[in-house]
């Protein structure tokens, strides 16, 4: 699938059939997370694939009541926590060197917009899901204090289309030159 095509056409997916995925589908949308760029090569994030149903129904208990996607952590066969290794992007010779710190939201945030973009050329939907309690997600998975909870998303076979969102046009963000020059 043509990369703009698959930009434009993705969504944000709350329904999933309860069909599983296919091994060659998980296995390549996951291989798009591999080949996402990051912070020095760092490549600092840590996935997570959780199929279990009873895993999946606690993970939806860590969003707030009301989220729309709560639901779809059941009904999708998939549910991935993306995860980041603290301490790795952003870093030179241990010490932080932008004022942005920690870089591992920019390399997971890349990592997910792959993996958003190859589930979607292999018919498969997703939601990125960041407003959920990232403590209890680490709890749940038994993840280790040096590594941060920064996303999670159903994974399946969407069970409705939806509609596309409407998007500024150009000339409302675009600057040259000089902030503010439109």
């Not at 930009?7 to 798009?32: C, F, H, M, N, W």
């Not at 080949?35 to 020095?40: E, F, L, N, Y």
């Not at 009541?65 to 241990?94: D, H, L, Q, T, W």
């Amino acid at each position: 699938m043509d990369v703009i095509k698959a930009i434009t056409g993705r969504r944000s997916i709350r329904q999933y059939k309860g069909d599983p995925i296919e091994d060659g589908d998980l296995a390549e949308v996951l291989e798009a997370v591999r080949w996402a760029p990051s912070w020095a090569n760092t490549q600092s994030w840590e996935i997570i694939i959780v199929k279990d149903p009873e895993a999946k129904r606690k993970l939806a208990g860590t969003l707030p009541a009301g989220n729309p996607a709560c639901s779809s952590f059941n009904e999708a066969p998939v549910v991935i926590v993306a995860c980041a290794r603290r301490g790795k992007a952003g870093y030179f010779k241990g010490a932080a060197v932008t004022d942005k710190g920690d870089w591992y939201m920019f390399d997971v945030a890349l990592a997910m917009q792959n993996l958003t973009l190859a589930a979607y050329a292999r018919g498969l939907g997703t939601v990125l899901v960041g407003f959920f309690d990232a403590k209890k997600v680490a709890h749940l998975l038994n993840i280790p204090e040096d590594v941060a909870v920064v996303a999670m998303t159903p994974l399946g076979y969407p069970g409705r289309e939806a509609k596309p969102t409407p998007r500024k046009a150009l000339h409302d963000f675009v600057s040259y030159d000089t902030f503010g020059c439109r």
